[in-house]
């Protein structure tokens, strides 16, 4: 199975991204321990409150159960009340990777 990459783009308001991006290290030691959980880089815009999350998962699947875990603890909702506009969630089935 070659899995799917998944790229998720928050374009934050700018008195909350400080705070979101602290919270980050804390936050992606729980998304490691998810069935189905691969990698993740995030990384942060230049001169501009967006960060962008690069995922790989097993599968398309496995990432929605784990944003359905987070939804049900609530952190989407804290999530929404911080961000501009709507998140931009792509998946992009993996042709080929190499080291």
């Known amino acids: 199975m070659n899995g799917v990459k998944v790229t998720l783009t928050l374009k934050m308001k700018p008195e909350a991204i400080d705070g979101f991006c602290a919270a980050l290290p804390e936050m992606i030691k729980d998304t490691a321990q998810r069935p189905g959980f691969r990698d993740i ?40 009340s911080a961000v501009t506009a709507p998140p931009e969630l792509a998946f992009w089935p993996i042709l080929v990777a190499a080291a």
């Open 41 to 80: 880089c995030i990384v942060r815009q230049a001169n501009e409150p967006t960060v962008m999350f690069y995922e790989t998962w097993d599968s398309e699947q496995a990432y929605h159960d784990y944003i359905a875990w987070r939804t049900e603890r609530g952190e989407m909702d804290g999530m929404a």
